[in-house]
């Protein structure tokens, strides 16, 4: 997070940070978020990569795709692997490495997550930070 504070990958893929500001990216929001989300997704009969209190998301793509660390083992967060999970869909893609790795592994195209898009990462891929959106002033008398 110290070398990449809010923001995007190729305008597209982020990842969540703790105690954010902006709640769609906050950690902590995406967690209880996520829960609720693969309860439902294993009613309706959807195999998980893991038990949904073993799954903690970690990013997400502008199209709702999302990254999961699968917390197994429990004591190695150092070693944890990546699901990544289509957007709407059951499908999911596996990466047997960390955030860090799968950051430059799908930015270099040494990998493909089939249901990213062909068009990502672009042939120069950049990160863009965040820019605070300032807030709107209440109108008195409305």
Do not use: C
């Given at each position: 997070m110290t070398h990449y504070p809010l923001g995007s990958f190729?305008?597209?893929?982020?990842?969540?940070?703790?105690m954010s500001a902006l709640p769609t990216a906050d950690l902590q929001n995406q967690i209880s978020r996520a829960l609720v989300n693969l309860s439902s997704m294993r009613r309706a009969g959807s195999d998980l990569p893991a038990a949904e209190e073993m799954?903690?998301?970690?990013?997400?793509s502008d199209n709702g795709d999302r990254i999961y660390w699968v917390r197994e083992p429990t004591a190695s967060p150092d070693t944890w692997p990546?699901?990544?999970n289509e957007p709407r869909g059951y499908r999911w893609h596996h990466y047997d490495g960390g955030i860090a790795a799968?950051?430059?592994?799908v930015l270099t195209r040494e990998i493909r997550v089939p249901f990213f898009p062909a068009s990502f990462p672009s042939s120069t891929p950049d990160f863009r930070k965040a820019k605070p959106r300032p807030r709107r002033q209440r109108m008195s008398g409305l």
């Amino acid at each position: 997070m110290t070398h990449y504070p809010l923001g995007s990958f190729d305008s597209f893929l982020g990842l969540w940070q703790p105690m954010s500001a902006l709640p769609t990216a906050d950690l902590q929001n995406q967690i209880s978020r996520a829960l609720v989300n693969l309860s439902s997704m294993r009613r309706a009969g959807s195999d998980l990569p893991a038990a949904e209190e073993m799954l903690v998301p970690v990013g997400g793509s502008d199209n709702g795709d999302r990254i999961y660390w699968v917390r197994e083992p429990t004591a190695s967060p150092d070693t944890w692997p990546l699901a990544i999970n289509e957007p709407r869909g059951y499908r999911w893609h596996h990466y047997d490495g960390g955030i860090a790795a799968f950051l430059v592994d799908v930015l270099t195209r040494e990998i493909r997550v089939p249901f990213f898009p062909a068009s990502f990462p672009s042939s120069t891929p950049d990160f863009r930070k965040a820019k605070p959106r300032p807030r709107r002033q209440r109108m008195s008398g409305l």
